[in-house]
């Protein structure tokens, strides 16, 4: 792949959406579709944080648009402006994501539960509805929904979490199945990876939650961002319905 003179690949005629991407996994992913040549549109809450990944990654080629990924008025906006600023939507990843408590589910406040479940679930589904119906339906692509090995067995104290990432698992074998074979759609279930928003699992203890793994290391983004862009990519053009699990070898240990 040749590059242009601001060092950035020649532009591969693919564009993206990534959803949550200022920071952490969706920045990983964002990063890495940049890096082959995609034209990416990124959002997040922080219009702030938005605009600095999106000059970090390549303003010429990224652009941010701020919102919650819940509210159904800004996914409109996001696949609007995507189909706005280069004309088409090959790819979707819904990564967005909240886990706003941790506990016992057993004492879970029901209205923590919707939440967490808003944000998770529902959204993927409303920025899938509204990418297929802008592009994909007429033009085929494909969607990554990021999970978590939290949806593929319980979870202690992360329980609320867990359940809506097994809800989006089964989501992405009822999209794959609905889009298809127009439209590809799989999902990655990533162990712990290093960002804010998993801090808490490792945060001053890193050696040891590391330790649980036989790869001896936690997940950084580019670990997702590379398993993303080669499910996002014609040489995962017979994968559909499918969950990656991106682990570092940690489910090796199950039984034991």
Known sequence: MTEQNNGLPELSGKVA???GASRGIGYGI???LVARGDRVV???RNEDALKE??????A???IGVAGKAHDEAHQAVAVER????FGRLDYLV???GTNPTFGPIADLDLGVARKVFETNVIS???FAQRTWHAWQKDNGGAIVNIASVAGLNASPFVGAYGVSKAAMINLTQQLAHEFAPVARVNSIAPAVVKTKFAAALYENREEEAAAAYPMARLGVPEDIGGAAAFLLSDAAGWITGQTLVVDGGLFLNAGV
Not at 53 to 58: D, K, M
Not at 82 to 85: K, L, N, S, V
């Open 17 to 19: 959406l990534v959803t």
């Open 94 to 96: 819904n990564n967005a």
């Open 42 to 44: 990124i959002t997040g």
């Open 53 to 58: 990944a999106a000059e970090t990654l390549g």
């Open 124 to 126: 993927a589904l409303g």
């Open 30 to 32: 964002a990063r890495a």
């Open 82 to 85: 995507a189909m706005e600023a």
């Open 60 to 62: 010429d080629r990224v």
